[in-house]
């Protein structure tokens, strides 16, 4: 695919998240993903033949991403529950567009194993970041943390990122001694 191409096909997906969360998924037509990019309908087409291999086209990078970082991070030796935590932030604020469309609209779930991978990659990070045989307590505690970054990263979305990574970050880290 040529540069100019995959230009235009971020352009439609950029347009498409825009259209997504402001109407909803289904709610959205590719001649209206087209009509907000002044481009015609069959060419749309040409870089994305319905709607479903478009949300594929979404869902496919954060999957990849997620994936090859957590098989790094599984297989390193010398990892803190803090690059973790730190990791997990900086991947949910790449991706934050995304969550806030997954959030927006479940239905992207419909047709895909998204759900299934978010909980499986759940379970992957509270094992490394507590354990895969720690006690209830201190698996509870790594929930939170996780779960306490992904709802800063969408509820935040004005703040500062620097100073957002630094305050969520703290209050994971907090979550996780129990202090």
């Given at each position: 695919?040529?540069?100019?191409?995959?230009?235009t096909?971020?352009?439609?997906?950029?347009?498409?998240?825009?259209?997504f969360?402001?109407?909803?998924?289904?709610?959205?037509?590719?001649?209206?993903?087209?009509?907000?990019?002044?481009?015609?309908?069959?060419?749309?087409?040409?870089?994305?033949?319905?709607?479903?291999?478009?949300?594929?086209?979404?869902?496919?990078?954060?999957?990849?991403?997620?994936?090859?970082a957590?098989?790094?991070?599984?297989?390193?030796?010398?990892?803190?529950?803090?690059?973790?935590?730190?990791?997990?932030?900086?991947?949910?604020?790449?991706?934050?567009?995304?969550?806030?469309?997954?959030?927006?609209?479940?239905?992207?779930?419909?047709?895909?194993?998204?759900?299934?991978?978010?909980?499986?990659?759940?379970?992957?990070?509270?094992?490394?970041?507590?354990?895969?045989?720690?006690?209830?307590?201190?698996?509870?505690r790594?929930?939170?943390?996780?779960?306490?970054?992904?709802?800063?990263?969408?509820?935040?979305?004005?703040?500062?990122?620097d100073?957002?990574?630094?305050?969520?970050?703290?209050?994971?880290?907090?979550?996780?001694?129990?202090?």
């Open positions: 695919m040529t540069p100019k191409s995959q230009k096909r971020a352009r439609i997906q950029q347009a498409a998240i825009e259209l969360l402001e109407q909803g998924v289904r709610e959205t037509a590719l001649w209206q993903i087209a009509d907000r990019l002044n481009m015609t309908k069959p060419a749309l087409y040409y870089y994305f033949s319905s709607r479903d291999e478009l949300i594929n086209s979404l869902i496919a990078p954060v999957v990849e991403q997620t994936e090859a957590l098989a790094d991070l599984e297989s390193n030796t010398d990892l803190t529950a803090d690059r973790v935590l730190a990791w997990y932030f900086d991947i949910n604020i790449e991706h934050r567009a995304f969550n806030l469309l997954v959030l927006r609209d479940l239905s992207l779930f419909t047709g895909s194993d998204l759900g299934q991978r978010v909980a499986g990659w759940r379970r992957r990070l509270v094992d490394l970041l507590v354990g895969a045989d720690a006690d209830l307590s201190a698996q509870a790594a929930v939170i943390a996780l779960g306490g970054i992904s709802d800063c990263v969408v509820m935040f979305t004005e703040a500062d990122a100073e957002l990574r630094t305050a969520t970050l703290a209050a994971a880290s907090a979550a996780m001694t129990g202090g």
